[in-house]
């Protein structure tokens, strides 16, 4: 087995498992232009599913303008669905880069102080991920969450940010048309930049992994072993039913170093983070942390292959068809762990899932006025 994984590097010396662009509002009333955004640009840059039906209209419609029979037109290409009726992807513009996510959310005004702050601190948090490239963030002006809170957030995680990050301010750039052209200029830009790294050899303890599900297994137990061996990271959530976990027994959870809402790991070892218990409100707190790479032990996950941390689900990507049915009695090998670096360094293709599913759903304490 492997002791290195393929990833890309980061200025700031940390690796990622993925190469993303995430475009985020801080708040709400921005939705519609990260809406409008996504519309622009998602197809555009070949990252939409590649949509048959949509050629063969404008071949009709191109026939109907030109006078000719459009009933018996053909579409000229057809693209069709896989086994699972799943249509293609389009021909990326940029193939290094394994696409731009378009996070709305219900933060950012309207509740209190507390939790528009820790908006901006996960925002941050999700910006310095090893796994994001750079971002575009979207600002109203008049909101709650700050782009100077953002600001202050990211120098309190790194001493200097070396990532492109565009904070654009509606208000005051007065016209949203020109918001927008701005934002896709920057975007692109950005992509530009990102897709010029490669995935180079990187060791494993630039890895942090994290934790989806209800219950662990002797694979998820092999695996924190092995990262934290090699001396990386691995952030759990901290639940209850994870932390009395009998395959966690060997690790002193309660030395773990506890990590509140949503702060970022600032050393390598074993963390418990406070999150709300849902799976995507934990992944989007741990992917703030820092974490790179998720594990999911349940047969049964909402979360995509595409979130920000890529997730390594157990029954689907090793394969598990025993008719035992209680994943936590198998025993790791050799093999399975390498199936895992093979996930990490992009080896192992991705599923591809809805476009709209974004995996982003920050933990709202406080209460909405």
Not at 8 to 20: E, F, H, L
Not at 157 to 168: A, D, F, N, S, T
Request: charged share 20%.
């Amino acid at each position: 087995m492997a002791d290195t994984f393929e990833g890309y590097y980061r200025a700031d010396g940390s690796v990622g498992t993925a190469n993303y662009w995430i475009v985020v509002p801080l708040v709400f009333c921005e939705n519609n232009n990260v809406e409008k955004l996504r519309d622009a640009l998602q197809n555009t840059l070949g990252y939409g599913r590649l949509n048959p039906y949509e050629e063969f209209l404008q071949s009709i419609s191109s026939a109907y303008v030109k006078g000719e029979d459009f009933t018996a037109t053909i579409p000229a290409q057809d693209a069709t669905e896989d086994s699972q009726g799943i249509f293609p992807f389009r021909k990326r513009v940029f193939p290094n880069v394994d696409g731009i996510k378009f996070y709305t959310h219900t933060m950012g005004c309207g509740g209190t102080r507390q939790d528009s702050d820790l908006f901006c601190a996960l925002v941050a948090g999700y910006i310095t991920n090893p796994n994001v490239a750079g971002a575009t963030i979207l600002s109203l002006g008049c909101q709650n969450a700050q782009s100077e809170i953002l600001i202050t957030e990211l120098s309190r995680r790194v001493e200097q940010l070396k990532k492109p990050v565009y904070i654009l301010d509606q208000q005051a750039l007065g016209v949203e048309e020109v918001m927008i052209t701005q934002a896709i200029k920057g975007i692109l830009a950005g992509l530009a930049v990102a897709n010029a790294i490669k995935r180079k050899t990187a060791p494993l303890n630039k890895l942090c992994i994290g934790f989806s599900g209800q219950r662990t297994n002797d694979f998820f137990l092999a695996v924190t072993e092995l990262v934290l061996n090699a001396g990386g990271s691995v952030v759990l959530p901290k639940f209850p039913g994870i932390t009395a976990n009998r395959h966690l027994s060997s690790f002193k959870t309660d030395e773990a170093v506890q990590l509140p809402y949503p702060e970022k790991i600032n050393q390598n070892g074993f963390h418990l983070i406070n999150t709300a218990e849902g799976a995507i409100e934990s992944i989007t707190a741990q992917t703030a942390a820092g974490v790179n790479l998720v594990i999911s032990c349940d047969e049964n996950t909402e979360l995509s292959e595409h979130a920000i941390a890529p997730v390594f689900c157990f029954q689907k990507h090793l394969n598990y068809n025993s008719p035992v049915k209680n994943c936590n009695d198998l025993i790791s090998t050799e093999e399975q762990l390498q199936k895992l670096l093979d996930y990490a360094s992009g080896r192992i293709a991705k599923t591809p899932d809805n476009p709209l599913q974004e995996d982003f759903r920050p933990w709202k304490q406080g209460i909405s006025l």
